[in-house]
């Protein structure tokens, strides 16, 4: 997805800021409904819900510090949010993509949920409640242009309405300038993100934890549970990239205890990551 400079617009339908949103963007077909699972009950008669397209249910399962996701598709969203309403427990948000204009057809919709299933499944930065991967249905050449364009635009909102599990993380400068964490039991390598810090693939984080690591001590189970982390040689490995949300959370989770990241990650040249951000700050 390329980058680029975009407008939104947000309808607050109900004229309640935690109510039912409506989020359009500049020059694309596709509306977004932004809708929180106490109001669905209220807002559900919506033409809009009447329409076909796919969505993503958000909240939290259990001990997990990463979203529980849910991705499906509809030819009439009211039908399945209904359903999910009766029977999945964890959501608390409903967010769905459909048109303003001429529907999405039944392929396109479960080609826009097999692809959102994939890449939440790649970046493991979620729970991902989907017990199976759907499909791609086929689709022509000019059928599945205009949809992945139309996939574009979507995952462009979902960073902005700050679903992040579909991204794969994205330093904050071009340079990608890499800071290091290196100990007896540790070796792991990084880059600051917008709203992080990520740990490169490859890196080495340290077996055993302290009872003080507090706070983050359950992210480590979880990354092994998701495959993020997986033994070898008496440490556990990064097996893709993976972002935190603060340099910190990454930091502590590599060595097992309660650690400044901000004083602890250093670039190639000795300099703190806080150095560093107080230096680009002054520039």
Partial sequence: MSTRPFSIRIFVAEGIPDGLRMVEKSNWVGLGMVCPRGRYSHVRKREEFSNSGVYILVGSEGDNDQPTIYVGEAETV????????ANKDFWQLAIVFTTKGNPLNKAEVQYLESRLVELASKNKRCNLDNNTQPKRPSLSESDEAEVCGYLDELLSLLSVLGVRAFETPISTTQSKTKFYLSGNSWDASGFETNSGFAVLAGSMA????VPSMD???KTRPNLVKDGVLVE???????????EFNSPSHAATV?????????AEWKDENGISLKQYQEKTADS
């Avoid at 340290?206 to 934890?209: G, N």
């Fill in 254 to 262: 590599i060595t097992g205890r309660n650690t400044n990241g901000r």
């Fill in 232 to 242: 070898s040689n008496g440490q556990l490995q990064f097996t893709i990239d993976h």
């Fill in 215 to 217: 706070t983050y001590l």
């Fill in 78 to 85: 009211r039908d399945r949010l209904d359903s999910h309403q």
């Fill in 206 to 209: 340290r077996r055993e934890t």
